[in-house]
């Protein structure tokens, strides 16, 4: 049997080098499906390929290989598979932060799951919605939708969905600064995903694991997650998740002192999201360039980094990150003795978070209590 694997191995390859390499000719493919008249084929196929674009982060071809398999359901008037490519591209409109277009496709999705029966892909759908009013901030949606889509995976006994759903409950609860519960949902879905073997979900949960540990100021516990996670991200080639870790790990850096490490591995990141078209994952990285640079005492390089960053996040109309933008501009100020600078960007801050019930409240209030004593 050893023998026959490494032969096996041989023949068929690294599944993930074998598509990086033929990936042209199977969104070819895709279009002369299409033309062919071969309709399932062609959005089965645009179906099946959206695991590797996920994972190479190409989004473009995503999307034009996703409209092909679309027209080709709409014209077999298939509800399901229409409601597949319009889960995907919706998917897909997240990562690029067109909102509008991802919950129009969702919206769509859920309304043609739901007149047939497939719970399963209810679930995922609604999932995918909680995942888009998680990014927005609508954090009380996101968490509604989490649930529907949690009792349906219960229901359904689908082990490994309900530890994704728990993961994400848990990313919530970090972002509002209620640290034990975060804990206790990362922890619980923990050996759930290591029993499976999605190396993508098991990578993203030891990152938010990491990240928590790293606000704890746990930095050894810290790195010792975001190396597992960054070797899963590297095994299966996901650039942009890795990247995040790298992010993430710069932080750490910065905080133990090391800011010439941090700076080298928020540029390599940095480098990376500009490649991919991340706009939104290159913003939070120059936010934490400009909190390097800040501490460094390079104030003009830190308000420049810090500016850019700002004006992605007001076009995505993200308030956690505009704020967190915010508290770093006005300890550039506070550095520079502009006081009255720094407590302006602070307020805005808060009036940003005001009602989210983020983790950065406290920050806020700490900096203008601290600015009000003689």
Not at 212 to 232: C, D, I, K
Request: with cysteine; net charge negative; aromatic share 10%.
């Amino acid at each position: 049997m050893a023998v026959t694997g490494e032969i096996d191995g041989r023949v068929i390859g690294d599944p993930l080098q074998w598509f990086a390499t033929e990936y042209p000719a199977l969104i070819s493919c895709v279009q002369s499906a299409y033309d062919l008249g071969e309709l399932s084929t062609a959005w089965e196929l645009s179906c099946y390929l959206a695991f590797f674009f996920e994972s190479r982060s190409q989004w473009d071809a995503w999307e034009k290989t996703h409209l092909i398999g679309l027209k080709a359901a709409i014209e077999l008037d298939d509800p399901y598979a229409e409601a597949c490519m319009r889960r995907g591209l919706g998917a897909m409109y997240v990562y690029r932060g067109r909102w509008a277009e991802a919950r129009q496709n969702f919206d769509l999705a859920l309304a043609k799951i739901r007149a047939g029966d497939s719970r399963r892909w209810e679930a995922a759908t609604v999932q995918s919605l909680g995942d888009l009013d998680r990014r927005l901030t609508n954090w009380d949606d996101a968490l509604a939708h989490y649930d529907v889509a949690l009792k349906i995976y219960q229901d359904l006994d689908d082990r490994l969905s309900v530890a994704a759903v728990t993961r994400c409950i848990g990313v919530i609860r970090r972002y509002q600064g209620r640290w034990d519960e975060a804990d206790r949902y990362f922890m619980t879905a923990l050996p759930i995903v290591e029993a499976h073997s999605d190396r993508r979900s098991l990578g993203s949960l030891l990152h938010s694991i990491g990240d928590l540990r790293r606000r704890a100021g746990q930095y050894t516990e810290a790195e010792q997650y975001y190396a597992r996670s960054a070797e899963l991200f590297e095994s299966i080639e996901d650039r942009r998740w890795g990247s995040a870790v790298k992010r993430s790990l710069a932080d750490v850096r910065m905080r133990q002192g090391r800011y010439d490490e941090a700076l080298a591995l928020l540029d390599e990141a940095a480098d990376v999201f500009d490649e991919l078209g991340d706009k939104l994952w290159g913003a939070a990285t120059l936010r934490c360039r400009g909190d390097v640079l800040c501490a460094l005492g390079q104030s003009e390089a830190a308000r420049s980094a810090l500016l850019e960053a700002l004006s992605r996040f007001e076009s995505a109309g993200d308030r956690r990150w505009m704020a967190k933008c915010h508290i770093s501009l006005g300890d550039v100020a506070a550095g520079e003795r502009r006081l009255s600078e720094a407590i302006a960007h602070w307020r805005t801050a808060q009036r940003l978070v005001d009602g989210l019930g983020t983790a950065e409240s406290a920050e806020i209030s700490r900096r203008l209590e601290e600015s009000a004593r003689p």
